[in-house]
């Protein structure tokens, strides 16, 4: 079964900050993979996917992330965040290969931007 | 785009009450519908995939006989917490899928608490 890590379980920043949140999965097969967001009170909404071709993916709100085949990672960045990026982050992965299509969500990554 | 509407938003019950939580998507046909559970400051848990018309296929270690899960059409799924205890109390969040590459909307989620 596959499975999602973030390492980074809270993450303070400053206005301004660039961000970089770490996803890694275990899974030998092909994967779509996600980033998805939760403000505050808010359901989750995506950010971006990857399901084939650039690994370099952009998402809404100035969000890029990267598909990194050889170290199985899916990593966030955002060049200058902004206090209104305050929110919860998860990264979630689902196999391409099998026929099961629920979401395998990471534990998430709290990230606070300070003004 | 996508809605997927989920009600009640919040609900508080005596134990061993049953509670009926309904996931609707408002704008398109779901054929598969999921259910997660998040406890505080943790990641979503599949609980269980429902497809429109089939029985629901629950996770491991997940109780099939207290929280029954019914997707009857192609726009509703419901979850039914049976006599419920203080310890089913959380985050009950679900998803609709509009096929692999579509993705999938999230509902707002119910916040059940158990007395």
């Known amino acids: 079964a596959q499975s999602v890590s973030q390492h980074n379980h809270h993450v303070i920043l400053s206005e301004a900050a660039s961000l970089e949140l770490g996803c890694n999965y275990s899974?030998?097969?092909?994967?779509?993979l996600f980033w998805y967001v939760q403000y505050p009170g808010q359901h989750l909404q995506l950010l971006l996917k990857?399901?084939?071709?650039?690994?370099l993916v952009k998402g809404i709100k100035g969000f890029e992330a990267e598909f990194i085949k050889s170290k199985f990672s899916f990593n966030l960045r955002k060049p200058s965040v902004q206090w209104s990026d305050t929110a919860e982050y998860f990264c979630?992965?689902?196999?391409?290969?099998?026929?099961?299509?629920?979401?395998?969500f990471g534990s998430g990554t709290r990230l606070q931007v300070q003004p | 785009g996508a809605v997927v509407s989920q009600h009640p938003s919040r609900v508080i019950c005596k134990s061993g009450t049953s509670v009926k939580i309904e996931c609707r998507s408002l704008?398109?046909?779901?054929?598969?519908m999921f259910w997660y559970r998040q406890f505080p400051k943790q990641s979503l848990m599949l609980m269980a995939t429902?497809?429109?018309?089939?029985?629901?296929?629950?996770e491991q270690g997940v109780e099939k006989d207290k929280f029954l899960i019914n997707h009857a059409s192609l726009t509703l799924s419901t979850l039914t917490v049976t006599s419920a205890h203080p310890e089913d109390s959380s985050f009950y969040i679900c998803?609709?899928?509009?096929?692999?590459?579509?993705?999938?909307?999230f509902g707002s989620g119910t916040r059940l608490t158990v007395v």
């Open positions: 979630a992965v689902t196999p391409m290969d099998t026929g099961r299509r629920a979401l395998t």
């Open positions: 990857y399901f084939s071709g650039d690994p």
């Open positions: 899974y030998g097969g092909t994967v779509n």
């Open positions: 998803s609709a899928s509009r096929g692999a590459v579509a993705g999938y909307t």
């Open positions: 704008d398109f046909q779901a054929t598969t």
């Open positions: 429902s497809n429109e018309g089939s029985k629901a296929t629950y």
